[in-house]
């Protein structure tokens, strides 16, 4: 029986969702105490913990068939793998940030400075494409304090709230790039393989589909039905119940959480009460 590997980070931002996501898809891993492999109890997968870093490298060299990463991580490690899915989670930025009073407020004013980062594939690629010649200080760590050493004029870091380039004295001036946890695979897979992979990605999609969408229960005068059917195209057209109380009805459907607030506010006026509004588990469409 064949097995698909699956590499998460071992320890960061990244180490919670991944396997909250895996969880979620009714994958079961005993915690054992080997910190470097856990094998599924219900599933034919075996996870790898590695550094974020290492990731692609490993994925590209077959080692492991699929990763977990930063979109960052693995647009800046450059390495044969495809993407499989964007997974929602570990949303972030990479943005350039200046001192607050810096003289530099775009591209031009770059210009012959120096930039310091952790990611100089992204950096010289942005550079490049907007014909801006600059230096590159790489370093490995702690990048917002390169400007407040004399080390760098500008910074290009990750952001996510931005309160640590507030405590730091910087400003963002520029956003590069928006970046999210993907899922990425090895070019070549065996076909037992595939079909492990297939159906994981199955399991993801209605995972994925539940999160983004919620269950709608409400009353309404039978009279309004019609109209609050269109308000609400679901995945189906709506369920319609008759309610004990003469005259009335309940209506169930999906909505996407997307335009929820929205379409409340129109149910309401259409007439509908007591509206409920309830999470869904699993979603399969
Ligand atoms: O040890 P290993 O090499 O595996 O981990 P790591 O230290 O390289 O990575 P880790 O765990 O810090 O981040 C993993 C991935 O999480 C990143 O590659 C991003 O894709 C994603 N991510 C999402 C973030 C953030 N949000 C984030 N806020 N990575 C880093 N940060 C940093 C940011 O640079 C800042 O210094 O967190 C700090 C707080 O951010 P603010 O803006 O909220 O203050
Ligand atoms: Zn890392």
């Given at each position: 029986?064949e097995?698909?590997?699956?590499a ?7 180490k ?12 079961r ?15 034919p ?16 060299d ?5 990763g ?5 991580v ?9 993407l ?8 972030c930025?990479l943005?350039?940030?200046v ?17 310091a980062?952790?990611?100089p594939?992204?950096?010289s ?15 490995s ?5 390169a400007?407040?050493i004399?080390?760098?004029d500008?910074?290009?870091?990750i ?9 730091n ?10 970046s ?6 090895t ?9 492990i992979?297939d159906?994981?990605?199955f ?7 539940a ?26 057209s ?15 459907s ?32």
């Open positions: 029986m097995i698909l590997k699956i998460v980070q071992k320890s960061g931002r990244l919670e969702g991944s396997m909250e996501l895996l969880k979620e898809c009714g994958l891993f005993i915690n054992g105490n080997n910190q470097l492999k856990s094998q599924s109890t219900n599933f997968v075996e996870i790898m913990f590695l550094r974020d870093d290492d990731i692609p490298e490993y994925v590209q077959g080692v492991a068939d699929i977990i990463i930063g979109e960052n693995w647009i800046e490690k450059n390495k044969k793998t495809e499989v899915k964007k997974l929602g989670f570990a949303k930025r943005s350039i940030a001192p607050r009073d810096s003289k530099i407020i775009d591209n031009n004013d770059l210009n012959s400075k120096r930039i980062t952790s990611y594939v992204i950096l690629k942005y550079l490049k494409e907007n014909n801006i010649s600059a230096d590159i200080h790489e370093i760590g702690s990048v917002e304090i400007p407040g004399g080390l760098a500008a910074i290009l870091d952001v996510s709230t931005g309160s640590t380039l507030l405590s004295g910087l400003t963002e001036i520029i956003e590069i790039m928006r999210e946890a993907v899922m990425i695979r070019s070549t897979l065996t076909t037992a393989k595939s079909e992979l159906q994981l990605l399991r993801l999609a209605a995972v994925q589909n999160q983004s969408n919620k269950y709608i229960l409400l009353n309404a005068p039978n009279d309004s039905v019609e109209k609050i059917s269109s308000i609400l195209p679901g995945m189906d709506p369920t319609v119940l008759p309610l004990k109380k003469e005259g009335w009805s309940s209506v169930h999906v909505v996407n959480e997307s335009d929820f607030w929205n379409k409340i506010n129109q149910l309401k006026e259409a007439g509908a009460t007591g509206i409920l509004v309830v999470p869904i588990e699993k979603m399969i469409l």
